[in-house]
């Protein structure tokens, strides 16, 4: 098995706002964003900036770009999903946000996805990558 430490993952849109917003009923992260980012190698797909961009304000985007200069790499990929991959996700039920997402990591050879949302799991079988929560995203790390 591969350790999460020597492969890319992908945060979720949740992943940020819990953290940045300190969501008691998600400490596991703010741990993963304000202690352990070093030890990730994160990768950003548009889709999730866009999403980012929508639901923080411009004070927690300034503080969201402070943090990312934290971890081991960013990849930042401001091109859009592949079509055929975002339409092979919908024909299997996924909702277009979600099958944007899963295009954007499959495409990048993205190995892990930290949400707190495991939707993905029900809506997607056989998904080339892994979700993990946060929690759980810790734990590999240990």
Same mark, same amino acid.
């Given at each position: 098995m591969?350790? +999460? &430490?020597d492969q890319v993952a992908a945060l979720d849109t949740n992943e940020f706002i819990f953290a940045l917003r300190r969501a008691a009923s998600h400490p596991a992260c703010e741990i993963l964003l304000f202690? &352990?980012?070093?030890?990730?190698?994160?990768? +950003?797909?548009l889709q999730i900036l866009l999403e980012l961009?929508?639901?923080l304000s411009r004070n927690e985007m300034h503080d969201l770009f402070l943090i990312l200069t934290k971890a081991k790499a960013v990849t930042w990929d401001y091109?859009?999903?592949?079509?055929?991959?975002? &339409?092979?996700?919908?024909?299997?039920?996924a909702k277009k946000g979600d099958a944007v997402i899963t295009a954007h990591l499959e495409s990048a050879n993205v190995r892990y996805l930290i949400s707190e949302n495991r939707h993905f799991l029900a809506e997607l079988p056989n998904l080339p990558f892994e979700v993990l929560t946060s929690a759980e995203a810790l734990q590999g790390l240990d």
């Open positions: 591969n350790s +999460i &430490r202690d &352990r980012l070093n030890e990730f190698q994160i990768y +950003i797909p961009q929508c639901n091109m859009p999903a592949p079509t055929a991959l975002v &339409r092979q996700g919908e024909s299997r039920g």
